[in-house]
């Protein structure tokens, strides 16, 4: 990594572009407009994104967005949830955090209830509360050693005992364009971040520019290109592999934009939407067992087939053992045919995927 101070050089441009809006910072994306209504135009004006992650939102599921920014994808996701389900905005940005805050109350005041929370934290160490360090380095300046230590003491308490975000308590991480903004650095210790805060089951689902070949160091020594979502882009197998390092499976490369959003120095730059899960060995277990007596066979198209875990799976061949398991889980259940294989009559309470089309239940036209 270069000496770039890449957090100065992404805080100043984002802290001019909440007051006034910046083109090159947009990748044109179509929202649903049903959604867009209720969010006040300067926050609309002020989104920087590249995808719209909040597409895959579900009711009643609480969203941890990264990044948040003005707001926009939260006020989206916060109707998308409904008022059963909870919505988290992280943010660093003191004009962005004050542009999404006061337009909260608006939002909520719109659509009837308030499930929105907005906080301050790098989204590479979501332990950390910034508002309450704030604080307390109001009431603790630090000016010697020994005010140094009671601070790293405080932040050691912080994160063992009231971390900004839980261990696995998120149902779903979006993110819209902003993890090529963090260092090169960081970038490990960030989807190490993601995968802690969801829960077993849950998914991460992440906009962001990818590029078609490595980003040379000349440009990740420029600010302006940093800032402006390229130099910290990811090649995009690599970007995959990172979700795979930091333990995620069943990786699915939701959107990939057709043309470039900008080719630099010959470096063609396009947003990609990944979706990624944090596997539930419980969930896979019970789901298999409640199904005993039923066999799973991998459809096709593919002759062989193999998931992240490195699961080879053959196409008409009846999967077994750890392989039935796994292919027992939500995220891949429906590239499986499910029969029975002792002719009993299947128990009312076993629901199994089935082929789309009119064969479905116990009943097959």
């Known amino acids: 990594m270069t000496s770039l101070n890449v957090e100065a050089a992404v805080r100043e441009r984002y802290a001019q572009a909440a007051h006034e809006r910046e083109a090159e910072l947009c990748c044109p994306v179509d929202y649903d407009a049903k959604y867009l209504k209720v969010i006040p135009q300067e926050v609309i004006d002020r989104d920087y994104g590249c995808g719209d992650p909040s597409k895959y939102v579900r009711p009643g599921e609480t969203v941890l967005d990264l990044g948040s920014g003005g707001g926009k994808i939260c006020f989206i996701a916060s109707q ?22 006061e337009s909260q109350p608006k939002v909520a005041a719109a659509i009837g209830y308030d499930n929105v929370t907005f906080r301050k934290g790098k989204i590479q ?53 902003v993890l090529n903004l963090v260092d090169a650095d960081e970038k490990e210790l960030l989807f190490d971040e993601i995968f802690r805060v969801l829960r077993p089951g849950g998914r991460a689902v992440i906009s962001d520019i990818v590029c078609d070949e490595e980003v040379p160091e000349e440009m990740q020594a420029d600010p302006e290109l940093w800032s402006g979502c390229i130099s910290g882009a990811y090649k995009q197998s690599a970007f995959l592999e990172a979700f795979e390092n930091a333990g995620f499976e069943d990786l699915q490369i939701a959107e990939l934009q057709t043309e470039p959003w900008r080719v630099v120095e010959g470096i063609a730059f396009r947003s990609m939407t990944v979706i990624a899960t944090r596997t539930d060995e419980e969930a896979i277990e019970s789901g298999a067992a409640s199904a005993s007596g039923y066999q799973r066979v991998y459809r096709g198209p593919f002759k062989y087939v193999c ?3 490195g699961r080879m799976y053959t196409r008409g061949e009846v999967c077994t053992d750890e392989l039935a398991e796994a292919a027992s889980r939500e995220t891949i259940a429906d590239h ?3 029969y029975s294989s002792d002719n009993a009559e299947k128990p009312a309470a076993i629901s199994l995927p089935t082929a789309s089309g009119c064969c479905s239940g116990d009943s097959c036209c």
């Open 336 to 338: 499986f045919a499910v």
């Open 80 to 101: 998308v949830v409904g008022e059963q389900g909870r919505v988290i905005g992280v943010d660093m940005n003191d004009d962005m955090l004050k542009l999404a805050r």
């Open 125 to 177: 160490d979501l332990a950390i509360d910034r508002d309450e360090v704030q604080a307390y380095l109001q009431q603790h300046p630090v000016t010697d050693d020994a005010g140094l230590r009671a601070l790293e003491a405080y932040l050691a308490e912080q994160r063992r005992e009231s971390p900004l975000i839980d261990d696995e308590t998120i149902d779903v991480v979006v993110s819209n364009c």
């Open 307 to 309: 998931d992240d875990a």
